[in-house]
């Protein structure tokens, strides 16, 4: 049997063979797997680069805003605060005139005249007062002027007095003298009298025997008349001294009685100066009700305190107003702050003092300013029934504490209104 020599094909076709040999799958390669899955194909070093990369620039990235975010404390439980300047009425009255500026969102400046109540009554209280007010004065000028008077009268009167009583009972033994010697009269009368008397007798018995002639029997007569007539004198001459002698001792009694009266000198001194410091009191309590009467027809007048916008009109022409009735509010702009209510375990470094970024939502524009004080209590004690955890019904909740940050000065806050709400972010590292 003949030998088959093989024979090798020719390069052409050798080479298109070999390029089909490398396009079709492998055998290995393409067989499927026993469970139906795909077959697995690892990743190339490239992409394993890329991805460790990745990883560890993520890494980095948290741990640097970490130490970013720990040198922070922020909240967006805050908002802008300010002044609402309530308004009210001072006195009673009808309203006779409201500004044109007194509506809500008007902007008002400090001094303008918004409100004027009917002054009438109370410029004649201020009248009245004021006239009351000159009378006391004139009556404490009167009172004052007789202190210095009282003082040295009190110290004349004392020695005119005392010189009165001595010449009173000067007066006393002088009259006493003219009683004893009235009565010596009447002794001496009555005995030219009874001697006179005597003589009548004798020649009326001498006339009866017709001894003695008519005329001098006339005579005796006449005389033992006129001793009669001195003894009747002399006897009332008596009555007159007794007279002028009680007349003396009473006014010796009425000079002792004016030196006691000149020895309380100094009493009716201290009295005239009561009287005075009286007076002076009524004076100052006068002028007390003018003040007061200035201070009502004053406040009848209801002028701005502050500048800033009207809010919450409720004042009209002819209304009736009582004394502390609301009648608007100013809300000031020029002075604002942002009050933020940051959690309490935020709190443990922050301090007055530390810069606070503040972003204002109303407009997205940032701010910066500083903390100026922490809050004496948290905001719970002050709401309208604060918790009570001593009743056993506790909870523990996170409790909030108003931090008070200012605006930093030269910043434009002319568009910031009081309530607009703010992200507050403060540096506390």
């Known amino acids: 049997?003949?030998?088959?020599?093989?024979?090798?094909?020719?390069?052409?076709?050798?080479?298109?063979?070999?390029?089909?040999?490398?396009?079709?799958?492998?055998?290995?390669?393409?067989?499927?797997?026993?469970?139906?899955?795909a077959p697995k194909r690892?990743?190339?070093?490239?992409?394993?680069?890329?991805?460790?990369?990745?990883?560890?620039?993520?890494?980095?990235?948290?741990?640097?805003?970490?130490?970013?975010?720990?040198?922070?404390?922020?909240?967006?439980?805050?908002?802008?605060?300010?002044?609402?300047?309530?308004?009210?009425?001072?006195?009673?009255?009808?309203?006779?005139?409201?500004?044109p500026e007194v509506q809500d969102n008007r902007f008002v400046n400090a001094g303008?005249?918004?409100?004027?109540?009917?002054?009438?009554?109370?410029?004649?209280?201020?009248?009245?007062?004021?006239?009351?007010?000159?009378?006391?004065?004139?009556?404490?000028?009167?009172?004052?002027?007789?202190?210095?008077?009282?003082?040295?009268?009190?110290?004349?009167?004392?020695?005119?007095?005392?010189?009165?009583?001595?010449?009173?009972?000067?007066?006393?033994?002088?009259?006493?003298?003219?009683?004893?010697?009235?009565?010596?009269?009447?002794?001496?009368?009555?005995?030219?009298?009874?001697?006179?008397?005597?003589?009548?007798?004798?020649?009326?018995?001498?006339?009866?025997?017709?001894?003695?002639?008519?005329s001098e029997y006339g005579a005796r007569e006449a005389e033992a008349r006129t001793a009669q007539a001195a003894l009747e004198a002399a006897r009332a001459d008596v009555v007159a001294a007794e007279n002028r002698v009680r007349q003396a001792q009473s006014k010796v009694t009425q000079q002792q009685a004016d030196v006691l009266r000149a020895r309380s000198g100094p009493e009716q001194v201290t009295a005239a100066r009561e009287q005075s410091g009286s007076a002076n009191a009524g004076l100052a309590s006068a002028k007390a009700q003018l003040a007061i009467a200035k201070l009502n027809l004053d406040h009848t007048k209801v002028i701005a305190p502050v500048s800033g916008y009207i809010g919450r009109s409720s004042v009209e022409v002819g209304q009736r107003v009582q004394t502390g009735q609301p009648l608007f509010t100013i809300i000031q702009t020029n002075d604002l702050w942002v009050t933020a209510n940051f959690k309490e375990t935020q709190l443990e470094l922050v301090r007055p003092g530390q810069p606070v970024t503040l972003h204002v939502d109303t407009y997205g524009r940032d701010y910066s300013g500083k903390v100026e004080s922490l809050a004496g209590a948290t905001g719970a004690r002050f709401s309208l029934l604060p918790p009570e955890n001593a009743t056993g019904n506790f909870v523990k909740v996170v409790q909030r504490l108003p931090v008070r940050i200012r605006f930093d000065p030269g910043q434009d806050l002319k568009d910031l209104r009081p309530g607009m709400s703010v992200l507050a972010k403060a540096r506390v590292r």
Do not use: C
């Open 112 to 214: 303008a005249l918004l409100v004027q109540i009917d002054p009438a009554t109370y410029q004649a209280e201020l009248d009245r007062a004021q006239a009351e007010v000159a009378r006391l004065q004139a009556t404490a000028a009167a009172a004052q002027a007789q202190v210095p008077v009282t003082s040295a009268n009190a110290t004349g009167q004392l020695e005119i007095a005392q010189a009165s009583l001595g010449q009173a009972r000067d007066a006393v033994g002088t009259e006493q003298a003219n009683l004893v010697a009235a009565r010596a009269k009447v002794q001496q009368a009555d005995a030219v009298y009874r001697q006179r008397e005597a003589d009548r007798k004798r020649y009326e018995s001498l006339i009866a025997k017709q001894e003695v002639s008519r």
């Open 1 to 37: 049997m003949a030998q088959e020599v093989e024979t090798a094909p020719p390069p052409r076709q050798r080479r298109d063979e070999d390029a089909r040999s490398q396009a079709a799958p492998r055998p290995e390669a393409t067989a499927p797997e026993p469970n139906g899955a």
């Open 42 to 99: 690892g990743l190339s070093p490239r992409v394993r680069i890329i991805g460790i990369v990745v990883a560890i620039l993520v890494v980095l990235g948290g741990v640097l805003y970490w130490f970013h975010a720990r040198n922070f404390e922020e909240t967006d439980d805050a908002q802008i605060d300010g002044h609402l300047n309530p308004i009210s009425s001072k006195v009673d009255g009808t309203v006779l005139s409201v500004s």
